[in-house]
């Protein structure tokens, strides 16, 4: 086996050419077995194996600089660069993450997750250089999916004037996450359907190339005939206005093409282009055929690439039933995505009403504000994204859609604790980033039922722009008070007595067990009206404050769960009546704690509880700091939030009231 004796690109230099196109098959052996068992991004790895061995054996990483825009396809780019024996471990806990960190390798130059930000790293990692009379190289690989994002081209348009040594390769799959739509994927269609363009201009080339300079006065002559010869032969495209010089289309599975055109273009002293096309999805034929899926996929049986299914429905399944149905019996409903139909639950949409589907690119700006010129014309906009790239919105929210009051709304997938994808795609900042926009509402459901009513309250009775946020899980188990009414500013409170019956049942084998909860029931309800300890909660850590409730009773503590339907607004004085039943209170959210709703109930409840005596109460939020790669339960342990976690702050507080 060619990979396990390469440890470094210099290994990978020394493979002989004619050997190369099996190391690419182990590549993709390796990583469809990998993916296949621990889930990740496979259509795009599979798709830029014969690029990432062609970078790597033409330049000298890592004194030249290799940066993968997303970098969700550097998979490869690991294995080749001494992580072939850790490769196991990738997007599992305290294993290699799915993008590029630079805490894994001198390789890895940034830590990239979220889309279109390649190039700016890049021009101004190699204007340090420059600074620094260094003369390396640095290559930036971006698809043409992030092609989509705004970002790139204010890179490319400061770039082509700047950045001499700059190398700029556009992986052209025709796809980003879902397929490609827009002006920018139609334009490179177009380069691509040109495919002899670059031999004539080479050919242009050495014969202009041949014409000798006699003096200074003919040499300026002739590198101004050489332009103008050139000009009149061929046609620009939008790359050499911006200043690159353009090479390709090339074929990126053709490895010899690759390394040819790498090494003659390492050679030029001027920003260059590179257009490269990639099949995304490449020598896994379930991959091949529906790229959408095996994107980013959960583990799948390799045979025959069925994806692993659960019995269960997901939030994101929820809102894609619940949005196709108010669709169809109000008109002025419309979708938004960005590059993210499938992941956020608008594919179902997207086929139904196509006229009224927009899929923007990787452009969440945009969307944002898009979404606000559809609302000012009489449409109610649904805006559909993860919670970890709303981030890159805050702006438009605040300016396009808040100060206007435009009815727009919001939906984020994937909030709080986000499985395997690490640092850079956690949704734990949207609470502390938008509860301070004046005339935003902001919602988090709780399960099935809670997200129906909820998101129906949103469009039917709101005002003003509003946003609903859920985790990436299944929903839980529903209950009588997840279908009361949505009142603005108010929760859902969750009486012990509502789940005590169920952990009565599942405890039934063990009668011992049984019996102390019984036991536990009935002396609280002997001496008190209400449960000894409130749980308050935001919606998706529901699951994880019943589990912590139902320890609690086998302690003979009784603990009542109120969700916060309503981040903002908020029913203070509401809340604050029903917290001074309970002799302690425990806050649980899943967003950071600074600047989080946990810790401004908790000052809320210090300054306003009940008089004559202070309400012990403890905040269970992420810390200040970015989580690692794991599942939910061992994000959520990391971080102190899972049940074990809730119970102990709950006996904690409780020993406080004694």
């Not at 190391?23 to 690029?51: D, F, P, W, Y």
């Not at 604790?417 to 926009?437: K, M, N, S």
Request: include cysteine; charge should be positive; aromatic fraction near 8%.
């Amino acid at each position: 086996m060619l990979l396990q004796n390469i440890n470094s690109p210099d290994d990978l230099k020394k493979v002989p050419s004619s050997q190369l196109q099996l190391l690419a098959g182990e590549l993709r052996s390796i990583i469809i077995k990998t993916v296949g068992k621990n889930g990740g991004h496979l259509a795009s790895n599979l798709g830029t194996v014969e690029l990432t061995i062609a970078l790597h054996r033409v330049f000298n990483s890592p004194q030249d600089a290799i940066i993968w825009d997303v970098s969700h396809q550097c998979y490869s780019h690991k294995l080749l660069t001494g992580r072939y024996r850790d490769f196991p471990t990738i997007r599992q806990k305290d294993g290699l993450s799915g993008f590029t960190r630079i805490s894994e390798s001198p390789h890895d130059y940034f830590d990239a997750g979220h889309a279109s930000s390649s190039i700016s790293s890049a021009l101004g990692l190699l204007s340090a250089w420059r600074m620094q009379g260094r003369e390396d190289k640095v290559v930036a690989v971006i698809g043409d999916g992030a092609l989509t994002g705004g970002m790139a081209y204010e890179a490319l348009s400061h770039a082509g004037q700047l950045a001499k040594n700059l190398i700029v390769i556009v992986n052209d799959n025709k796809m980003s996450i879902s397929p490609n739509t827009g002006s920018v994927s139609r334009y490179l269609s177009v380069l691509t359907a040109t495919a002899g363009y670059q031999n004539f201009r080479y050919k242009i080339d050495r014969l202009v190339d041949d014409i000798p300079y006699i003096n200074r006065k003919l040499g300026k002559f002739i590198y101004r005939f050489k332009r103008g010869l050139k000009g009149l032969l061929l046609t620009n495209n939008l790359f050499v206005d911006l200043g690159f010089e353009y090479v390709g289309p090339l074929n990126g599975h053709n490895i010899q093409q690759l390394e040819q055109m790498f090494r003659r273009v390492r050679k030029m002293n001027r920003p260059v282009i590179i257009h490269v096309i990639t099949k995304k999805g490449k020598g896994y034929r379930p991959a091949e055929h529906d790229p959408s899926t095996f994107h980013g996929v959960g583990p799948f049986n390799i045979s025959d690439g069925v994806v692993e299914k659960f019995d269960t429905v997901s939030f994101t399944e929820v809102f894609s039933h619940e949005i196709v149905s108010m669709a169809a019996k109000d008109s002025r409903i419309c979708a938004i995505t960005a590059a993210m139909s499938k992941g956020t639950g608008l594919d179902a949409f997207s086929r139904r009403y196509r006229d009224r589907f927009f899929d923007v690119g990787i452009a969440e700006e945009h969307a944002v504000t898009f979404a606000g010129g559809l609302a000012a014309g009489g449409m109610v906009p649904v805006v559909a994204i993860y919670s970890t790239f709303i981030q890159r919105s805050v702006d438009q929210i605040i300016e396009d859609i808040a100060l206007q009051e435009r009815h727009v709304i919001m939906v984020f997938d994937r909030a709080g604790a986000v499985p395997a994808d690490g640092e850079t795609h956690q949704g734990i900042f949207d609470i502390a980033l938008l509860r301070p926009i004046p005339n935003l509402t902001l919602l988090t459901v709780a399960s099935e039922k809670d997200m129906e009513l909820c998101l129906n309250w949103a469009v039917n009775e709101a005002k003003g722009p509003v946003a609903l946020r859920w985790p990436k899980m299944s929903c839980p188990s529903e209950i009588p008070a997840f279908s009361k009414p949505v009142m603005s500013g108010r929760g859902i409170l969750v009486k012990s007595d509502e789940f005590a019956p169920a952990l009565s049942v599942a405890l039934e084998a063990k009668a011992e067990g049984k019996n102390r909860l019984l036991a536990a029931l009935s002396s609280k309800r002997k001496g008190r009206k209400a449960s000894d300890m409130l749980l308050v909660c935001t919606g998706s850590m529901y699951s994880e404050s019943l589990t912590a409730a139902r320890s609690l009773l086998l302690k003979e503590l009784s603990a009542d769960i109120y969700i916060l339907r309503f981040l903002k607004p908020f029913d203070e004085s509401y809340f604050l009546s029903i917290v001074e039943k309970y002799a302690a209170v425990v806050f649980i959210e899943d967003g950071v704690r600074i600047g989080g709703m946990a810790e401004y109930l908790d000052r809320l409840v210090c300054q306003g509880g009940r008089k004559g005596s202070r309400i012990p109460t403890a905040v269970l939020a992420f810390p200040n700091r970015f989580l690692r790669n794991g599942n939910r339960e061992q994000i959520l342990e990391e971080a102190r939030l899972s049940p074990k976690d809730i119970a102990a702050a709950a006996m904690n507080v409780w020993e406080q009231t004694k």
